[in-house]
């Protein structure tokens, strides 16, 4: 049948199981809305107050569901609105599509009103992306870039449509979507069985995971493997939920803001088992010190990120589900490491995560939180101090999610993608964990919240500052405390208030468990105002270019 390029957009959507789109209209793309407004009963779209709102949403949908997380702007600023959150979910590998609409082919390239190269601009920060210039390009492209997105790697593409191309006509017929199904024939088994036998002659294997192991939801098999092996686990900032918190293997995070425990064990373990991870600066800090003594196994999917960052003794490619089934069915008798596990177990009691202090109050606040938070919640965070205490005192766990912005570190992202994770998941409970800073950057979606009536807790830590600049300030700067402070002084209870959504103050005295435990009890959106101290730090901490044992931690006197 013949359909107009729009209708095709539309259709395409429909055919990947699409049932929700964020975004923001305008001229370029009335079309696009026209044909989803007479598709609303089967798609729906969530108006958001800004584009970088909606593509932080539609990141926040892809990571809390699994799904690829679907984008609509107009041309021009709609579409350089989107590129904060493609290259916050580029560098995380969270597949999205991002629509953006364009002036006439016509009129491309001539400063036309509204115009701007955007698959130009973002081709640094995508997986792929496409301009169409034929209305018959337009299906192909669409079913191509849902399956670049999910495949191999995820990530985001973006599909730039001139506006003539949704007026075109174009025959369309119906596809099912193409799967990239993961085989265990795609991975070298003699990659497997180095790996095994590397790990029959280690006396202190550690383990180093991240983020890859939940998008490849790989958590069952990683608890087989580190029973089978006997070792301990250390994770990335994205790899928190790979385990329980609580597990007896678990030594916390590593690099600048990890676990002592973390750090001296990378240091002095034999071989590192480094699975869905790339070795961010902020995990190896000095290169020449990481894991010194160890053979390093790279497992990933992505051939680009071996030996990229730290030079490996080995490694294997492939999906990280697959990779470590094929390992654990070649590893029919578990390995034992008693004496290493012995150390493991006195230097944890050495080196106990301690909090001294005023310090001492976003512990609380946090640890309250987990404490009332159902099983199956998903928590957001912005990016500061009060992503790292989430990431240090949330009892995380394969079931609940932990989305943050780990790799570009966008201040700003939290709102949004809790936004998507609700919309997204409708019967688990969503709690953004904001700083005050962060939270400025985007609290115009307050008014999305509200509108959509999404029962999302947004938890500011308010110390009327930029806190982790401001901490880098006090330890490097010598207490220059240049354009940090926050000193205008927002009513956040009032501001939310004004949007429709309840707001709440959690003072310094008062029990953060009463105050959370009413604000969960609304089942509505609320906003919670929590007080803590100026100069709180996160610690411990990494100096930069400094060995990962080499730690700043709070003094006790």
Known sequence: MKLNGAEIIVACLKEQGVDTVFGFPGGAVLNIYDALFKNRDSIRHILTSHEQGASHAADGYARSTGKVGVVFSTSGPGATNLVTGLATAYMDSIPIVAITGNVTTDLLGKDSFQEVDISGITMPITKHNYIVKDVEDLAPIIRDAFYIAREGRPGPVLIDVPKDVTAALAEYIRVDPRWSVPSEDNVRTSAVEKTIALLKASSKPMLYVGGGVIRAQAQAELAEFIEKI???????????????????????????????LSNIAVNNCDVLVVIGARFSDRVVSKVSEFAKNAKII?????????????????????????????????????????PWMEQIAKWR??????????????????QALSAIMPSDAVVVTEVGQHQMWAAQFFRHTPEKRFLTSGGLGTMGYGTGAAIGAQVGNPMRRVVNVAGDGSFR???????????????????????????????WQTLFYDERYSETTLDTDVNWIALAEAFGVKGMSLTKDDDPMTVL?????????????????????VYPMVAPGASIEDMIEESFD
């Open 230 to 260: 006997d070792a301990p686990l250390g994770v990335s900032l994205m790899g928190n939920g790979a385990i329980d918190a609580q597990h007896p293997r678990f030594t916390g995070m590593i690099g600048m803001h990890g676990t002592r």
């Open 298 to 338: 790279h497992i990933d999917v992505d051939p680009a990120e071996i030996n990229k960052n730290i030079a490996t003794y080995h490694y294997v490619i492939g999906d990280i589900k697959v990779v470590l089934s094929k390992i654990n069915k070649r590893l029919t008798k578990p390995l034992v490491h008693a």
């Open 349 to 366: 009691a050495e080196h106990p995560l301690r909090i001294a202090g005023e310090t001492r109050r976003p512990s609380q606040i946090l």
């Open 517 to 537: 435990s009413a604000a969960f009890a609304l089942n509505s959106p609320v906003v919670v105002d929590c007080e803590i101290p100026l100069d709180n730090k």
């Open 441 to 471: 950057m985007n609290c115009n979606e307050l008014a999305t919240i509200a509108r959509y009536r999404l029962p999302i807790v947004i938890l500011i830590m308010n110390n009327r500052t930029l806190g982790m600049v401001r901490q």
